[in-house]
């Protein structure tokens, strides 16, 4: 008899291990998946799959810049095909992003074509090809890591809202076309600083007087994105906000 295969998962926008990309990795390696490590930095991606083996999971790093179509192709076409033992894709997050103020009078027009690029346009391959890949099957899962700015524009923010706002528009109307064909779109706004290696690194003090819960756990908010995933078809979220409860809103 045998064995079953093992089911795949992509994550696409993966950095440092204190991130919330390499936080998804770990928590769906830990209930039994293979993960297609997508990010753009080599030693990054491959030091999250290093550590997904030394816990008895299994991943493979993908070197994927998520602005270029051919590099989202050529990982999707992996994904259908991730090797012996492994079931084509079932579970996909779309996580890439930048963040950074600028004041608006300042903004230059490569700026924010730049963020748009990452933070929209790229969800939108992702997502292209996540269906492409995944509705012939009649069954998957597509995530996307979204913003509060994808709700309302704060000053020195205009870059980053509008490429968030664009995101939440493409998980919605994802959600509704391809809903009906057995795809899960779902869309987590982020409402709050996330305590990674990221924030760490930028803004250390605001970061240390908010410890007390007042971030965003990586491993907290990826235990929420395994639950989307495993929601019975006839309950499914579409969109869910996470925030400290430290956090006003």
């Keep these: 008899m045998t064995s079953p295969l093992k089911p795949t998962a992509v994550v696409v926008g993966v950095g440092a291990e204190q991130g919330l990309g390499a936080a998804l990795c770990r928590k769906f390696a830990a209930q039994g998946y293979h993960v297609l490590v997508a990010g753009r930095t080599g030693a990054k991606v491959s030091q999250v799959v290093q550590t997904l083996y030394a816990r008895q999971g299994s991943g493979e790093a ?30 996909v997050v779309f996580n890439a992003g930048n963040n950074r103020k600028v004041p608006f009078r300042e903004l230059d027009a490569a700026q924010f074509e730049d963020f748009w690029r990452v933070g929209c346009f790229g969800g939108f391959l992702v997502g292209r090809e996540a269906a492409r890949a995944m509705v012939p099957l009649g069954r998957g899962t597509v995530l996307f890591t979204g913003a509060s700015a994808s709700l309302r524009g704060k000053p020195g923010f205009a870059q980053f809202a509008a490429a968030k706002a664009g ?29 990674g290696e990221r924030l760490r690194s930028l803004a ?24 989307l995933h495993r929601q019975h078809r006839s309950a499914w979220t579409q969109e869910v906000d996470l925030r400290p409860f430290k956090e006003s809103f």
């Design 62 to 91: 993908i070197i994927t810049d998520t602005t270029k179509e051919a590099d989202v192709v050529s990982l999707f076409e992996r994904a259908l095909s991730p090797g012996p033992g492994f079931a084509p894709v079932d579970l």
């Design 167 to 195: 995101l939440r528009m493409i998980s919605q109307s994802m959600a509704r076309e391809l809903g009906p064909q057995g795809l899960h779109v779902a869309h987590v706004i982020i409402d709050g600083g996330i305590n």
């Design 204 to 227: 250390p003090q605001p970061v240390l007087a908010r410890e007390d819960d007042g971030l965003l756990d990586i491993d907290a908010i990826a235990e929420t994105y395994w639950q």
